[in-house]
């Protein structure tokens, strides 16, 4: 069936570093979703992501979908601590489920 | 707030018995997805309802059943539980009216511990 994996699983940086973290689909996805839980709480939606080759950005974030539509990734400029929390990809194929990743969970120290 | 409710919050139970979750989704929102998330193993799709019907399925366990009523809320029930069945245990809904999959609003989720 399909999966979705994400790397890293955990990563650590110092406030005002940069952080990426990426998503692989063993197979074409219609869309991409981005989502971002903080600790003790429930995923929130960001972006979705539907053209092949498309970046989008939202503040400090930048979220792009792969050319072959298998691959995403996501990457924040300049961290603050407001950005902790785990970063989940989410995809589909043809609107089938949202079958989600293993998510990064990113930690910032001040 | 996502305007998906989950009740019970917190769930805490013997082994071997059965427990209902539910789940009412957003106003509007026809589908419904279920998860679950155990200590480092992400979010595992479990089933997903659409109008009242089965529209997915995940690693589902045969203990595992849902259901979509009518009024579109949806319950999770779990039997025969197993120490290993301890999880977060998370809705969520979107519109998904069209061939692409939209944006899934969650609820708090539901702590199953079972001791």
């Known amino acids: 069936g399909q999966q979705v994996m994400q790397i890293p699983q955990y990563q650590h940086v110092q406030e005002g570093e940069d952080f990426t973290t990426y998503c692989n689909s063993s197979t074409t996805l219609s869309n991409i979703q981005w989502y971002k839980q903080r600790p003790g709480g429930h995923p929130v939606f960001l972006i979705q992501l539907v053209k092949s080759g498309e970046v989008k950005k939202q503040k400090r974030l930048t979220f792009q979908f792969g050319e072959a539509k298998k691959n995403s990734s996501l990457h924040i400029t300049a961290t603050q601590t407001t950005d902790v929390g785990t970063y989940f990809c989410a995809g589909d194929q043809a609107g089938t489920a949202l079958i989600f990743g293993k998510g990064t969970t990113l930690s910032v120290s001040s | 707030d996502s305007g998906v409710t989950q009740t019970p919050k917190h769930l805490i139970t013997a082994t071997g018995q059965r427990v209902t979750l539910r789940c009412s989704p957003r106003?509007?929102?026809?589908?419904v997805y279920w998860y679950q998330q155990s200590l480092d193993q992400g979010l595992q799709f479990l089933i997903q309802?659409?109008?009242?019907?089965?529209?997915a399925k995940g690693n589902i366990l045969e203990r595992f059943s849902a259901q979509q009523f009518p009024d579109l809320h949806s319950e999770l029930n779990l039997s025969s539980l197993e120490l290993g069945d301890s999880a977060l245990y998370f809705c969520?809904?979107?519109?998904?009216?069209?061939?692409?999959?939209?944006?899934?609003?969650f609820g708090q989720g539901t702590r199953l511990t079972v001791v």
């Open positions: 309802y659409y109008n009242g019907e089965e529209r």
């Open positions: 969520a809904s979107s519109v998904s009216s069209g061939p692409l999959s939209t944006e899934a609003f």
């Open positions: 106003s509007g929102d026809l589908s």
